[in-house]
């Protein structure tokens, strides 16, 4: 069984640009979550889709949004790119029940110059 | 009050050796608690976890113990070997909201051979 596939692994980035980031979950996960992991701060939820809406959601700007497609796959975008957003990105994916198991994948390292 | 303090932030342990990493959380309505190992260059992946209704859950050399009237918990590695070196990390969540997960700061664990 295939694991949850992130892409693209690395990127750089100006300030002001913006970055979408993809996630492909776990085949017959529903839900998807995004993580940021940074030194300073660890890691903090950013938000969680399920069946193409958003059921959760962490305490970050409006810059920084998400969407799923009917195939649970979701990308997420940061626009107007700030030094602090430089990252590791994980998502996760699940089943979206109770268990609470969550299946990183290895994330997209994002450095914002 | 959505705050999950571990520690210390480094241990090092010899190989053979009792591992023990803690945590401490305040909100009293978490309800899943669940501890993740990370190695470099991967992402976090679940290790073991417990409900508040119980005291302790064993999993081969991995024990979690809990205790919901001191709002702690802890991790404890058995018989620690080298391959047990990762930075690991406690977690919380409320159970209808299992997908989004306040992190503690994390603990790099290195078991000296």
């Known amino acids: 069984k295939a694991g949850v596939t992130q892409t693209p692994r690395y990127l750089i980035k100006t300030r002001g640009q913006q970055v979408t980031l993809s996630c492909s979950p776990i085949?017959?996960?529903?839900?998807v979550s995004w993580y940021q992991q940074t030194p300073g701060q660890g890691l903090q939820f950013l938000f969680e889709?399920?069946?193409?809406?958003?059921?959760n959601k962490g305490n970050f700007p409006g810059r920084f949004s998400g969407r799923q497609f009917s195939n649970s796959r979701s990308e997420m975008n940061v626009s107007t790119l700030e030094l602090g957003d430089s990252a590791l990105y994980l998502c996760?994916?699940?089943?979206?029940?109770?268990?609470?198991?969550?299946?990183f994948g290895e994330g997209s390292r994002l450095t914002v110059l | 009050q959505q705050q999950v303090k571990q520690s210390p932030q480094s241990l090092i342990v010899q190989k053979g050796g009792i591992s023990i990493i803690n945590c401490a959380y305040e909100?009293?309505?978490?309800?899943?608690f669940p501890w993740y190992q990370q190695f470099p260059g991967k992402g976090p992946a679940l290790l073991i976890a417990?409900?508040?209704?119980?005291s302790e859950k064993k999993e081969g050399r991995f024990t979690i113990s809990f205790n919901k009237s001191a709002k702690q918990f802890s991790l404890h590695i058995m018989d620690s070997q080298p391959g047990d070196s990762a930075t690991y990390f406690c977690?919380?969540?409320?159970?209808?909201?299992?997908?989004?997960?306040?992190f503690g700061q994390g603990t790099r664990l290195t078991i000296n051979p």
């Open positions: 889709y399920f069946s193409e809406t958003q059921r």
């Open positions: 909100n009293t309505a978490f309800d899943y």
């Open positions: 417990i409900r508040p209704d119980v």
């Open positions: 977690a919380a969540s409320l159970i209808q909201g299992a997908q989004k997960l306040v």
């Open positions: 996760a994916s699940s089943s979206g029940g109770r268990t609470g198991e969550l299946f």
């Open positions: 085949s017959g996960h529903r839900s």
